[in-house]
């Protein structure tokens, strides 16, 4: 019923810091427990997530956005219409631009570490930025 779609997302908006947890470790162990592949197929460009453990590891930081649209989705669900109306001006809505671009930035560095992939100076930067991105968004997230 509708109340109990409300009440699922008031269990997500409180305990959403658990979850983002749960699925970083669990997505850890699974790109770590699929080991690392040592020859491309043949007649293939490679595996999804990269060949080396660093790339497949990158994804994971894909949760951020992830996470954050199911987490503003949950938060818009709970809140109710006066706080809705009382908070809607000009300085929320910059300010809810300025937390979308954040939680969206780790898209636009796993696509730059996808497209450096070959070259191994310029991946490395991109690793790095992926990483600082990804873990400033984990960061707020939490």
């Not at 669990?26 to 790339?55: D, E, N, R, Y």
């Not at 949950?74 to 939680?103: D, G, K, P």
């Not at 796993?110 to 497209?115: G, K, Q, W």
Request: one cysteine or more; hydrophobic letters at 50%.
């Amino acid at each position: 019923t509708h109340r109990e779609c409300h009440s699922l997302w008031g269990v997500y908006a409180s305990t959403h810091r658990v979850w983002l947890l749960h699925a970083l470790v669990f997505f850890v162990g699974a790109v770590i427990g699929t080991g690392v592949l040592h020859q491309k197929p043949a007649g293939m460009h490679g595996p999804i997530l990269g060949t080396s453990t660093a790339v497949r590891l990158s994804i994971i930081g894909l949760l951020v956005p992830v996470h954050a649209a199911l987490w503003a989705l949950a938060r818009l669900e709970t809140t109710s219409n006066h706080v809705m109306r009382s908070t809607c001006s000009a300085c929320f809505c910059l300010s809810s631009i300025c937390w979308a671009i954040l939680f969206a930035a780790p898209i636009v560095t796993y696509a730059l570490v996808r497209m450096t992939e070959d070259t191994t100076a310029t991946l490395v930067c991109a690793l790095v930025l992926h990483l600082v991105v990804s873990s400033t968004g984990v960061f707020f997230l939490l």
